[in-house]
């Protein structure tokens, strides 16, 4: 899978610029705020259908214009294809492939497969479960088009079942109502947590292999699923279970406490939970195993490696750690920005200045 063209109109910074990628590496280089995040922003955009960075899809338009459009060209073992997603102030956007505009936003999911790797996701070992189970969450919707119908159904029932918590006028009236919720969650979440299982034991076998490269051997590193195991069907009736025995519980909050949205996976290196007991080395290197493997994952489930795209990652690096990373870009396409990028490495190198393709060099 590669990239062959970006063209953005009224995006961000950009006014109207259109630039071509080449196979391997691509770095974008320039100063600080000069819209090179933003042109990654715009890629991964066309991957899942929303920004990493920003929730509301009018922060993405410039400020003087009412509307944007983004048009991504790529090629991969199906064939050429373009994605274009036209953004608005006060209308929700509108997605085409090939010319043609989808009715549901999953049909744009697995289309077009990027990974996002920025000093952001840090985020993902140090800080709270959300943010590992929205890192799961991305990553199962590209591979999965059900998972991403179980995930939002899932999500919708839970919603339901939290007003019904909320609104019950008492304990017994809700027990009498509650089970048709507790059915549907479970018939849903135990979906979501099986895919999730099988994912984090996929990322584990991959992601220790690259922690013993930029160690030395030194340090192992293991991904464990903190929430139930098992069958699906064994998954369902745990989760029927364990909401029957926390109704009390969640009643008196007003929400639900069990299920795939409280749930976690944990990052141990050298049996040591890196969270609250690693170093900032460790934490890194454990993230940039993570990101590492998630592109051999990518590579078993679609037979072609997605695109990565490398956000002011290389000056949070060490250098053995900047040349392994360098090296690897040579398997697939990469877009990569930096402030600067002096290394003796074969790539295709684009000046922008203020949201402009100043000069490009070879």
């Not at 140090?126 to 590992?132: A, Q």
């Not at 109704?247 to 969270?275: A, M, Q």
């Not at 078993?300 to 250098?319: A, K, Q, R, T």
């Amino acid at each position: 899978m590669k990239i062959l063209s970006v063209e953005l109109k009224n995006y961000r910074n950009y006014k109207n610029i259109k630039i071509n990628f080449n196979d391997g590496l691509n770095v974008l280089v320039g100063k600080n705020a000069q819209g090179k995040t933003n042109l990654l922003e715009s890629v991964f955009l066309c991957a899942i259908g929303k920004s990493p960075r920003v929730n509301k899809d009018k922060d993405l338009i410039n400020w003087n214009e009412e509307h944007s459009k983004i048009t991504l060209s790529l090629e991969k073992q199906s064939g050429k294809k373009t994605i274009e997603i036209f953004l608005f102030k006060n209308q929700n956007k509108a997605i085409k492939i090939n010319g043609v505009q989808i009715l549901r936003y999953s049909e744009l999911l697995g289309e077009f497969n990027a990974i996002y790797f920025s000093p952001d996701d840090l985020k993902l070992v140090k800080e709270s479960p959300d943010e590992r189970r929205r890192f799961m969450d991305i990553d199962l919707s590209q591979f999965n088009k059900n998972y991403f119908y179980a995930l939002s159904k899932y999500n919708k029932v839970l919603a339901q079942r939290n007003k019904l918590l909320k609104t019950s006028k008492n304990f017994e009236s809700l027990k009498e109502t509650v089970s048709v919720w507790n059915e549907s969650l479970a018939k849903y979440g135990s979906y979501v947590i099986l895919k999730r299982l099988e994912l984090i034991n996929k990322l584990n076998n991959y992601a220790n292999i690259t922690e013993q490269e930029l160690t030395n051997n030194e340090e192992n590193i293991k991904l464990s699923y903190t929430g139930l195991s098992g069958t699906e069907e064994e998954i369902k009736q745990n989760i029927v279970l364990n909401l029957e025995k926390s109704l009390e519980k969640d009643y008196s909050l007003g929400y639900t406490t069990f299920g795939p949205h409280r749930d976690d996976f944990k990052i141990e290196v050298n049996n040591i939970d890196i969270r609250h007991f690693g170093s900032q080395g460790q934490q890194r290197t454990a993230t940039l195993s993570l990101k590492l493997a998630e592109l051999e994952v990518f590579k078993e489930y679609f037979n072609e490696y997605p695109i990565l795209l490398l956000d002011d990652v290389l000056s949070e690096l060490d250098n053995k750690r900047k040349n392994m990373l360098l090296n690897k870009t040579l398997n697939f396409q990469t877009i990569l920005t930096c402030t600067e990028f002096d290394y003796d490495v074969n790539c295709t190198k684009f000046v922008i200045n203020n949201g402009e393709i100043s000069n490009i060099k070879q």
